[in-house]
């Protein structure tokens, strides 16, 4: 089990930019697969990238492909969301997610195979 911890939400005008961080508790943290979620109230929670354990293998949601970037700092138990060109539909709390695994990687984009999450952190964006 880990202790996730966002940061680095906030109030962002259309086309700009923000980084989120994650920062994980434990010594293990190579052996888990990361993923970043967000939510918008009364819809579904929906799926933004994910990433494996030496950061290798990376993959995103189809709205985001292109604009935003998943990385980790596996030294100081972190990962990352940069977003850019942000748009107001992806204004939502944003919460990441830690799911331990062993040997092959498969890309975990259910919230369902995650087993550990963040507080979230909200991001806004305004046209």
């Known amino acids: 089990q880990v202790q996730l911890v966002e940061s680095g939400g906030g109030l962002v005008q259309a086309g700009g930019s923000l980084r989120l961080s994650c920062a994980a508790s434990?010594?293990?943290?190579?052996?888990?697969?990361m993923g970043w979620f967000r939510q918008v109230p009364g819809k579904e929670r929906e799926f933004v990238s994910c990433?494996?354990?030496?950061?290798?293998?990376?993959y995103y949601a189809d709205s985001v492909k292109g604009r935003f970037t998943i990385s980790r700092d596996n030294t100081k138990n972190t990962v990352y969301l940069q977003m850019n060109s942000l748009k107001p539909e992806d204004t939502a709390v944003y919460r990441c997610a830690a799911a331990y695994y062993i040997g092959r990687y498969r890309p975990k984009k259910s919230s369902y195979e995650y087993d550990d999450w963040g507080q979230g952190t909200q991001v806004t964006v305004s046209s």
């Open positions: 990433i494996n354990g030496n950061g290798g293998s990376t």
């Open positions: 434990g010594r293990t943290f190579s052996s888990y697969a």
